[in-house]
């Protein structure tokens, strides 16, 4: 006010006083006027902006991997998502009845992990229109959602249009030939029904390095530099702020660094840090404001948190985990077996039911005589890894010129290889996608004994890297590698054969041993997969009775 009259005045000096004086007198009232009008429309700002027992409920999936369709092998998660379907139009109904808010986010990695995510040509190709059938508030994008060109252009044509701007990969684009987009959306804002609260919504994928190659992650720090952050952060009248993110929230940096931008700019506004990739059922407290949690894997259990919102603080916080059981929601639905299910609900479970059929999901290979565990000790006999090492490799994968050729063969697999058990009895198509989803060709390096010896001494304090995950039997502690049981003779050459995921990484190492030396990566004379190979020795070791 005083800059804009400044210059009036100044442009209008005159040597008549009673001119001066009237001028002086307009300026008085006019500021008068403005200055009535600004403390107007602040206290109206500042009344309409307090909110008062408010009552908010979030549910929270995150690392679905495909387990849409339930879990054939444990009997208390038989809920699919035509439950979870119902559930949600269920709960929404109960929370607007009494004049609170139900929200209902996800935290990424959709897809790997089960036969209707990965037996389809593309990956997710089945999986993503039954996402679309559940009312998200948000989702974020996982690792294993950007792992393979053709799904990211699914993801670009047609997943995340469908969710108008509620798809969030702030740090994550898509590339063509005529550029960089991002992928999805860097936030949205939403005046929520019920309430009329105003909600920022925001989504990030951690620091990831190994997406298709039509895809480019920025780091997180970058995003929160970019103006189209900063434009989230100085919208007015933001009442909660959610952010669902993959992004493990026990691993510096990136939790911490989305936190300290969005309280440079909301020092007390409610937060919410929705997170995942970890695999594990986690709760923390940042402030007396702001929560991080993360809801497990698989499908297995729901996230569900509630809070009140007071005068802009945060109160009255609960959160616990349900599993995905469908009497746990009869009872939280107040509902039964006949009046549970929503006609919406009776669709997706209709639509689960033609995928496994068009998939063949439920086609058997081959009959286990006993239960192997991923997470079992290696050298014990129920060890799916000394299986798969010991005697699947060298059965089906195995060369015999190998040994014509004088070189010894020595198989290792990082610890995320094999994901869930297989299970005695029946072994079917959907069995084999849960235990071995990524179908990697196998390459090898040759290596002397001495090479090999220092490359496993590496790989015994290396992680495997972060684009692949625990499997579903997660281990407290263990090995980030397993190799083949052999005493390493210095003097000898070994055929040292992996996945293709895991020469990547080995040939990483070995460049740092010896980075004089050109090791050389050769794809390894087979037809089969890390996926095949399994569906090969099973259906011919493992024959039905």
Request: net charge negative; glycine share 6%; hydrophobic share 35%.
């Amino acid at each position: 006010i005083n800059a804009e009259y400044g210059v009036k005045l100044s442009q209008e000096k005159s040597t008549n006083k009673k001119k001066e004086h009237n001028l002086n007198q307009s300026f008085k009232s006019n500021r008068m006027k403005r200055l009535s009008l600004f403390t107007t429309t602040f206290l109206l700002i500042f009344l309409f902006s307090i909110v008062e027992n408010v009552k908010i409920n979030i549910v929270h999936t995150t690392d679905v991997h495909g387990w849409v369709y339930g879990h054939a092998h444990n009997q208390k998660l038989d809920a699919d998502f035509g439950d979870f379907c119902s559930l949600i139009q269920r709960l929404t109904e109960q929370a607007h009845s009494n004049g609170q808010e139900l929200l209902l986010f996800d935290s990424g990695d959709l897809i790997e992990g089960t036969g209707m995510s990965d037996a389809s040509s593309i990956h997710g190709e089945y999986i993503f229109p039954i996402i679309k059938s559940i009312n998200y508030t948000g989702l974020a994008a996982g690792n294993h959602d950007i792992g393979h060109d053709t799904t990211v252009e699914l993801i670009e044509q047609d997943f995340s249009p469908y969710w108008n701007g509620s798809y969030f990969t702030a740090n994550t684009y898509y590339k063509d030939e005529n550029g960089e987009t991002l992928l999805g959306a860097v936030y949205q804002l939403l005046d929520l029904p019920t309430t009329k609260l105003r909600l920022l919504s925001l989504g990030f994928l951690f620091n990831f390095t190994m997406g298709a190659e039509n895809t480019d992650v920025i780091s997180v720090s970058a995003a929160l530099s970019d103006p189209s952050f900063k434009q989230a952060m100085i919208i007015q009248g933001v009442d909660l702020i959610i952010v669902t993110c993959h992004i493990a929230p026990q691993t510096p940096p990136e939790l911490q660094q989305i936190y300290d931008a969005i309280r440079y700019y909301h020092p007390n506004t409610p937060l919410a840090l929705l997170t995942g990739h970890s695999h594990v059922l986690y709760f923390s407290k940042f402030d007396p404001n702001c929560f991080a949690i993360e809801s497990g894997r698989y499908f297995e259990n729901l996230g569900f948190i509630e809070f009140e919102i007071n005068n802009s603080f945060m109160q009255n916080l609960n959160y616990k985990w349900l599993p995905t059981n469908r009497e746990v929601f009869y009872n939280i639905t107040n509902t039964n077996a006949e009046t549970f299910l929503t006609p919406e609900g009776l669709q997706v479970k209709q639509q689960l039911e033609d995928y496994i059929n068009l998939l063949h999901l439920n086609q058997t290979i081959g009959c286990s005589p006993m239960y192997y565990s991923p997470s079992a000790p290696y050298y014990r006999a129920d060890s799916l890894y000394l299986l798969y090492i010991e005697t699947i490799v060298p059965t089906v994968v195995y060369n015999k010129s190998d040994i014509d050729e004088g070189v010894i063969d020595f198989f290792i697999a990082n610890s995320a290889t094999l994901r869930a058990p297989i299970y005695e009895g029946r072994f079917i198509v959907d069995d084999l996608y849960q235990v071995a989803p990524f179908k990697d060709s196998y390459y090898y390096y040759d290596l002397i004994g001495s090479e090999l010896s220092e490359l496993l001494q590496q790989l015994m304090i290396t992680p495997p890297g972060k684009k692949r995950s625990v499997c579903a039997e997660k281990r407290s502690s263990g090995p980030n590698y397993f190799w083949s049981i052999e005493i390493v003779d210095v003097n000898r050459i070994y055929r040292t054969i992996s996945a293709d995921y895991d020469s990547v990484s080995i040939e990483k190492i070995l460049k740092q041993l010896y980075p004089t030396k050109n090791f050389i990566r050769y794809p390894y004379a087979t037809l089969l997969t890390s996926t095949s190979a399994i569906a090969q020795y099973i259906y011919t070791q493992w024959p039905c009775a």
